[in-house]
């Protein structure tokens, strides 16, 4: 369903910089990716931004310091205002910054368990004005923001935002292109990032894919993306259902196929691992009957 969202006044709160965040220097860049889309680096991290002649929507601010870096920026190239910041999820390693952004009465916008989980943790940041439960379309001049949740993936509500007619998928985290998923997937739910690869796969097909890390791409980079995640899983279920420990499988198990993705020797061992451990704490593998193993 489309919803035509006014503007409103800003409710959100913020607190002190993250010492960690404030110290870690950035390189920053801001490139033109496809008609009035725009990605904004800050070192490894990505975020995008739509400009219209009715302003500017912005994505997640990375930190304080990237956002400011940002709003200076946009002020020097453009002539609109910031309307709206629209939040990938809750992680606080993209939301942080917001209040710099977001000043005044630009709302934050963020799927509800992205919302819930800022404001239920305290975080030190901006906390969303409107939130919404599957999907909403931010109308913004000439162009249309579609968020999209397909269930859990990656932290607490994490979205995909498709911006028409530029036909630009933004993704943060749960896809990623040309590099291995992060390490022992922490915080992810491998189950859930096959599921929404899939759906985002199975509806009208984008002309260009950015993510909040790593590369851009095309829909055949994000299928290559999925085959491997759904043989890293088959890999580690076939092992551990015929009784093989972790160490072994991480002996034994190479995907030579996608051998080539950054941090591959380095990372497709705690790959395995963080599949591991989602099947005995989620699928609860060490009770099952049929299996006479310890895990």
Do not use: C
Not at 104 to 125: M, N, R, Y
Not at 163 to 172: E, G, R
Request: hydrophobic share 45%; no cysteine; aromatic share 10%.
């Amino acid at each position: 369903m489309k919803l035509m969202i006014p503007m409103v006044l800003s409710l959100g709160l913020w607190g002190v910089i993250l010492p960690s965040q404030a110290d870690e220097a950035y390189e920053y860049k801001i490139e033109q990716m496809k008609d009035n889309v725009y990605r904004f680096s800050a070192g490894h991290y990505h975020s995008i931004f739509v400009v219209t002649d009715a302003g500017i929507l912005v994505t997640d601010p990375i930190n304080d310091a990237a956002a400011s870096y940002l709003k200076e920026e946009l002020a020097k190239r453009f002539t609109v205002p910031i309307r709206y910041l629209v939040y990938s999820h809750n992680h606080i390693d993209h939301t942080m910054g917001s209040h710099i952004l977001a000043e005044g009465d630009i709302p934050v916008v963020a799927h509800e368990f992205a919302a819930e989980d800022l404001q239920w943790t305290k975080a030190p940041t901006a906390l969303p004005d409107i939130t919404f439960q599957d999907a909403m379309t931010l109308q913004l001049g000439d162009s249309e923001i579609h968020l999209q949740y397909h269930g859990p993936n990656n932290g607490r509500g994490s979205v995909s935002m498709r911006v028409m007619p530029a036909n630009v998928l933004f993704v943060v985290d749960w896809i990623v292109l040309g590099r291995m998923p992060y390490q022992n997937l922490l915080g992810y739910d491998i189950h859930g990032m096959i599921h929404s690869t899939r759906e985002v796969l199975a509806a009208e097909p984008f002309d260009l894919f950015i993510g909040g890390h790593a590369d851009t791409g095309t829909r055949e980079d994000v299928e290559h993306y999925l085959g491997y995640l759904e043989a890293l899983y088959a890999a580690v279920r076939e092992g551990m259902l015929a009784g093989k420990t972790l160490e072994t499988l991480q002996a034994e198990i190479r995907l030579p196929e996608y051998a080539h993705l950054r941090m591959y020797d380095e990372w497709l061992p705690m790959n395995i691992a963080g599949v591991y451990q989602t099947l005995v704490e989620q699928s609860y593998f060490n009770f099952r009957p049929d299996l006479n193993v310890e895990f």
